[in-house]
Nanobody
Framework: VQLVESGGGSVQARASLKLSCAASGFTISTWSMGWFRQAPGKAREAVVC???????SYADSVKGRFDISKDNAENTLYLQMNDLKSEDTATYYC???????????????????WGQGTQVTVSS
């Protein structure tokens, strides 16, 4: 299993970015997947996750601004981030697991596989 994130960068507040997570070694349509982030000195936290049925769960801090999607044909997970704020600055990670229950989708410890991360920096 391999997860490779891309699309991070440095942007101004209110800008948009789209992150990609290219998956290999498994089929994303049958696994739970999610985006997490970690800022310096802080714990890793969930951003938005999606179960194998395609139902998303969002952290309150990103509701209405971020959206998760899957391209099953490309075996790729996406994170569309709009109206970015300085507090969104973090390293963003893609995660995947074959059996995370929906009620634990936002729990980082429930995921076995992680990408290397991509940095997102938002300046105000």
């Amino acid at each position: 299993v391999q997860l490779v994130e891309s699309g991070g960068g440095s942007v101004q507040a209110r800008a948009s970015l789209k992150l990609s997570c290219a998956a290999s070694g498994f089929t994303i349509s049958t696994w739970s997947m999610g985006w997490f982030r970690q800022a310096p000195g802080k714990a890793r936290e969930a951003v938005v996750c999606i179960d194998s049925d395609g139902t998303p769960s969002y952290a309150d801090s990103v509701k209405g601004r971020f959206d998760i999607s899957k391209d099953n044909a490309e075996n790729t997970l996406y994170l569309q981030m709009n109206d970015l704020k300085s507090e969104d600055t973090a390293t963003y990670y893609c995660a995947a697991d074959p059996s995370t229950p929906w009620w634990k989708l936002l729990v980082p410890s429930q995921y076995k596989h992680w990408g290397q991360g991509t940095q997102v920096t938002v300046s105000s």
